[in-house]
């Protein structure tokens, strides 16, 4: 089992920037798969970004390459996601996910391939 505990939401104007943190605890970072998924008003739950528990892999939806560095610290057991020049259209609910075990250069981009969510994260972006 895993525990995640997002943290880091909050209000910012178009062009700022935000660092969401996910804190894991239940196993070690070395055998968790992290992904980034958020969901806004009206619409489904997409892809944001993913780290493989080697840490050398990465991947980003198209919107937000260039703009969000997912990033982990092994001594906390936490990941996070910097978002840099905000748009209206990033808000939404963030969510952080976990798998255990899986592939070690693995970084899923689908939502049914984590087994472990937090709890989520208010992120708005005023325009």
């Known amino acids: 089992q895993v525990q995640l505990v997002e943290s880091g939401g909050g209000l910012v104007q178009a062009g700022g920037s935000l660092r969401l943190s996910c804190a894991a605890s239940?196993?070690?970072?070395?055998?968790?798969?992290i992904g980034w998924f958020r969901q806004a008003p009206g619409k489904e739950r997409e892809f944001v970004a993913s780290?493989?528990?080697?840490?050398?892999?990465?991947y980003y939806t198209d919107s937000v390459k260039g703009r969000f560095t997912i990033s982990r610290d092994d001594a906390k057991n936490t990941w996070y996601l910097q978002m840099n020049s905000l748009k209206p259209e990033d808000t939404a609910v963030y969510y952080c996910s976990a798998s255990l075990d899986g592939y070690y250069h693995g970084a899923p981009r689908n939502a049914y391939e984590y087994d472990f969510w937090g709890q989520g994260t208010q992120v708005t972006v005023s325009s």
């Open positions: 239940g196993s070690t970072f070395n055998r968790i798969t």
């Open positions: 780290v493989s528990r080697s840490g050398g892999v990465t």
